[in-house]
């Protein structure tokens, strides 16, 4: 072997062992780096993203913020490394098709029909484990791939908060605005806020009505006009509040 060659092996075997390389190397490792999807099946990865959008829904998101933020995490992840692309793609997918089964619903119900599918999954999962013999292969396999599951659920879980923290505040507003089309929890808790309000503005209008007719003594003839009117300004107030 020639000088030159020596050199140039020693060179390569102090670079694996260096300190200093191996953290530049560490340094531009990410989530999906950190994870291994060949032992993963589609179906394992849709589970994760379904249990990923469950959790979200159930956070006060809606459909139309959660999808955002997928393509903020996803789309944005996209790489010229074949073996990187490859992960990315498995994981776009999967939450395609997660989201694709929540728009299967009405608009305004499909955070709760989804909802309701999950509760469902659950339990004849459940009963089927309970009841079914030859699962042997399956639980094999939940067990051999469990870490990895758990690598990529959470690497998914800290991008998802990375691009939370970086949104717009009129990317927020604009979100916000959609919830009602699409369903958000949060909406119908300001809704319900929103009416009560506007109840409690009524029944003041309706008590000094009636302190003002009792006070005064108005005439009878008077009194039905009076009376007529107050209900007509309370119909287009009504109104006005609601449409």
């Known amino acids: 072997m020639k000088p030159s060659e020596m050199r ?26 950190e994870m291994r ?6 179906s394992d990865l849709v589970e994760v993203a379904e249990e990923i959008l469950e959790g979200l829904f159930a956070g ?34 999967a ?12 608009a305004r119900t499909a955070i709760e029909s989804f909802a309701e599918y999950r509760h469902s999954k659950s339990v004849n999962e459940a009963w089927v484990n309970k009841f079914e ?7 094999l396999h939940e067990s051999l791939v469990a870490q990895d599951r758990l690598t990529v659920k959470t690497g998914l879980l800290q991008m998802l908060e990375k691009a939370k923290a970086e949104t717009p505040a009129a990317e927020e507003e604009e979100e916000r605005k959609d919830d009602e089309l699409f369903g958000s929890p949060n909406a ?18 309706v008590v000094i009505f009636v302190i003002a007719i009792v006070a005064i003594k108005i005439p009878e003839v008077l009194l039905i006009g009076l009376f007529s009117y107050f209900v ?5 107030y009504y109104n006005e509040m609601h449409f």
Do not use: C
């Open 8 to 33: 140039s092996i020693m060179h390569a075997y102090s670079a694996v062992h260096s300190t200093d390389v191996k953290k530049e190397l560490d340094s531009g490792r990410d989530q999906i780096s």
């Open 37 to 42: 999807l060949t032992q993963l099946t589609d």
């Open 60 to 93: 006060g998101f809606s459909v139309a913020k959660t999808q955002s933020l997928l393509e903020a995490v996803l789309i944005a992840s996209d790489s010229d490394i074949p073996g990187r692309q490859q992960k990315i793609e498995r994981l776009q997918e």
């Open 95 to 106: 939450f395609i098709t997660v989201v694709s089964k929540v728009r299967e619903k009405s």
């Open 133 to 139: 013999t030859d699962k042997g292969n399956a639980r």
């Open 188 to 205: 119908k808790k300001k809704g319900k806020k929103k009416v009560k309000k506007e109840e409690v503005t009524i029944a003041w209008f």
């Open 232 to 236: 007509w300004i309370l119909y287009r």
